[in-house]
């Protein structure tokens, strides 16, 4: 660092600073230390810094996916919060395994993270004593409850369960809506989803809850498959709701192979908005979830907690957004 000092004409404290909280340094001597860095080809000993101040500059986060784009969208908005002050992400996928995210934790733990970010209130207790034990920023993603460890950034997949089916019953005019959903026993997401469809069915009072659980990953194989059985269990069903859109795409696929006309026959909706629901055929009426925008919020309050405020309130209630296109 005292070479890098030197090379830039500056204080090591500025090097420091630079490391540690780029914005605060002047855009000049900004430049002047990174071209330094690049001439010298330094790369900070952040074990070192950890050692120094018992805390590296890592935010640990933890999701159940790695090839969900839900989360992946979550990760790269925090990220471009996070980073340009210097920290940097380490990132689990724990496979919808509270056990397994048990595991991860107790590893991220142990490099004495800046803070940890954790997808969902649902915990195995030795990892809720771990979080709390930590004394370090926890910030759960992705749901919403009452009681969070520390901080809560997400939305309500009740709400969003239900809203999707009142669409298909009040603007669609249907009358029998089913449900579709994958690892409903594991993602508990998904789940909250179905007891919105439920909620919605049981308002109504006109047919009993028609939900297909499938046991394993959502996929358009499964979701085609699905669709099959649906209206062989019921063909009175006039509407699906999709745990996800990757669901419904397969559902979409079916249907257009057997000639069930969407949406005259049946209507189909998925939840995601993921970048192909627009430019199916029809295109996919699905829900928007704030994934970017969970996020960039997570990351907000992180740093207000490092720079010594404690954001308020702590419970951040996001919206989702219905969005209807022609498939229902």
Not at 127 to 144: F, N, S
Not at 182 to 198: E, I, N, Q, S
Not at 272 to 286: I, S, V, Y
Not at 309 to 325: G, K, N, Q, V, W
Request: aromatic share 6%; charged share 20%.
């Amino acid at each position: 660092m005292s070479e890098v000092a030197t090379a830039a004409g500056v204080s090591t404290s500025t090097v420091s600073l630079f490391l540690r909280r780029p914005g605060a340094v002047s855009a000049p001597l900004s430049r002047r230390v990174h071209d330094a860095i690049d001439r010298l080809g330094y790369v900070p000993n952040r074990m070192a810094g950890a050692l120094a101040s018992a805390r590296s500059r890592v935010i640990g986060v933890i999701v159940p996916s790695m090839v969900n784009s839900f989360f992946a969208g979550t990760v790269e908005a925090l990220e471009a919060v996070v980073a340009p002050q210097g920290y940097q992400l380490l990132l689990g996928n724990s496979q919808y395994d509270e056990d397994r995210e048990e595991a991860i934790a107790r590893a991220f733990l142990a490099w004495s993270p800046a803070a940890m970010v954790v997808t969902g209130l649902r915990h195995t207790r030795a990892t809720a004593r771990l979080l709390i034990g930590a004394d370090v920023p926890v910030v759960e993603v992705w749901e919403m409850g009452e009681s969070p460890l520390d901080m809560l950034v997400g939305f309500s997949h009740h709400k969003a369960g239900r809203t999707m089916a009142d669409h298909h019953y009040i603007s669609g005019g249907r009358k029998r809506v089913a449900f579709i959903g994958a690892m409903l026993d594991r993602d508990r997401r998904a789940g909250a989803r179905r007891k919105g469809y439920a909620a919605a069915v049981s308002a109504r009072g006109a047919h009993e809850e028609m939900v297909l659980e499938l046991p394993g990953r959502a996929s358009t194989e499964a979701g085609a498959a699905a669709i099959v059985e649906v209206r062989r269990r019921w063909p009175e069903v006039d509407a699906v709701c999709c745990s996800n859109d990757t669901l419904a795409l397969g559902v979409l696929f079916e249907c257009s192979r057997r000639g069930w006309r969407v949406p005259g026959v049946i209507a189909v909706s998925g939840f995601g908005d993921l970048e192909f629901a627009a430019q199916t055929n029809p295109a996919l009426t699905t829900i928007r979830p704030p994934r970017e925008e969970i996020g960039r919020v997570a990351g907000e309050i992180l740093l207000a907690r490092f720079a010594g405020s404690s954001p308020r309130p702590l419970i951040h209630d996001l919206a989702f957004e219905l969005i209807a296109r022609a498939s229902g």
